[in-house]
């Protein structure tokens, strides 16, 4: 499941122990521009004994390489190897307009930043000479002094899973070729293979067979229900969320969530929430979300429904599912992950 990064983590997290007895695997800590992931982590990692615990995402622009590696290695420390390292490019938006950090060049950053991060947990001397990143650096650009040096500490592991959150080809591409997992958003499974299996069939193509099956990510609402009237609540309860990411999150032609929608075909759809979104007009961009897309995310409904779309998300390639359940209560929560630990089962 996904921690919020708006509000209610000390709550959730006081929810996981349940959670983690009823099969719960991983737990996800966003980061955007809100709290930052790392301290809350290490929270988690106290908090917890078993679950799987990640960052989902940190983005590569504001971290060197070699400290988003040491904070990997730190957190799968405190967490007793259980880490699992979520990169991601974000956007212009918050890179510029909260970091005052240069966006360019996602995909070789990416690339150089997980090389590094491997370096430094195989306790290798860094010395990396890239096109974004040269360690150490060059004595033309600072004091001359620089020599390389290794991690002091020895890693619980020496290679901690990297997930990449990647939406355009060619980052899609790059997480097939050299991430352990794949963390799509918006994630439709009867669409996402038109959408995406040409960049995923590329990079599985450049894959090192070292790194295993790609684990792929997606995301889901979750609420089994015999009530109709609670099961479209559930469902049109996304909507402004979608909005926001669809319509909000970037200008027009520079919005990474509007192309997937459109890749989709929801072409016309996806501009109407757009122009819809940044006119203000927040309700109408809502309403404006296609309720197929809408009903396709979510495990919503009958055990026999949710049963049926899981087997869609599996047909897909999805390898792990990130549900975020609904309930009036902590016990109503964990008994969702409890019912589609099961339902997955018989999948």
Same mark, same amino acid.
């Given at each position: 499941m996904m921690l919020s990064y708006s509000g209610g983590f000390a709550e959730a997290v006081a929810e996981v122990a349940d959670h983690e007895r009823a099969g719960l695997g991983i737990v996800w800590v966003p980061e955007?521009?809100?709290?930052?992931?790392?301290?809350?982590?290490?929270?988690?990692?106290?908090?917890?004994? #078993?679950? %799987?615990i990640a960052a989902g995402v940190?983005?590569?622009?504001?971290?060197?390489?070699?400290?988003?590696a040491m904070t990997a290695a730190g957190l799968d420390f405190v967490s007793g190897g259980r880490f699992t390292l979520g990169l991601g490019a974000s956007n212009p938006q918050v890179v510029e307009g909260f970091h005052g950090v240069r966006y360019d060049a996602p995909v070789a950053r990416t690339r150089e930043v997980v090389e590094i991060c491997r370096a430094v947990w195989r306790r290798e001397r860094v010395e990396h000479d890239g096109g974004h990143y040269r360690i150490p650096l060059p004595p033309e650009e600072g004091?001359?002094?620089g020599k390389p040096l290794r991690l002091i500490n020895h890693p619980v592991r020496a290679r901690i899973p990297i997930v990449l959150a990647a939406l355009?080809? #060619?980052?899609?591409?790059?997480?097939?070729e050299i991430a352990e997992g794949w963390l799509p958003i918006l994630y439709v499974p009867e669409r996402a293979g038109v959408l995406w299996g040409s960049a995923l069939d590329a990079g599985r193509a450049r894959r090192d067979p070292v790194l295993g099956p790609l684990d792929v990510v997606a995301s889901a609402t979750l609420c089994v229900t015999d009530d109709p009237v609670r099961a479209r609540k559930a469902v049109e309860d996304l909507r402004p969320f979608v909005a926001l990411y669809?319509?909000?999150?970037?200008? #027009?032609?520079?919005?990474?969530?509007?192309?997937?929608?459109?890749?989709?075909?929801?072409?016309?759809?996806?501009r109407r929430i757009q122009d819809l979104y940044l006119d203000g007009r927040k309700a109408a961009a809502a309403e404006a979300v296609p309720t197929e897309m809408l009903d396709a995310m979510a495990l919503v409904g009958p055990r026999g429904h949710v049963a049926e779309r899981l087997a869609a998300f599996a047909a897909a390639g999805v390898t792990t599912l990130n549900v975020t359940p609904l309930g009036g209560s902590p016990t109503e929560r964990v008994a969702q992950v409890?019912?589609?630990? %099961?339902?997955?089962?018989g999948v």
């Open positions: 955007a521009y809100s709290f930052d992931a790392v301290s809350q982590l290490g929270y988690l990692a106290a908090r917890t004994s #078993r679950v %799987e940190l983005q590569i622009y504001t971290r060197t390489p070699t400290l988003t004091t001359g002094l355009g080809p #060619r980052n899609v591409a790059l997480a097939a669809v319509g909000g999150m970037g200008a #027009r032609g520079r919005n990474f969530y509007n192309d997937v929608v459109r890749g989709y075909g929801w072409e016309d759809e996806a409890a019912t589609v630990v %099961e339902l997955a089962d």
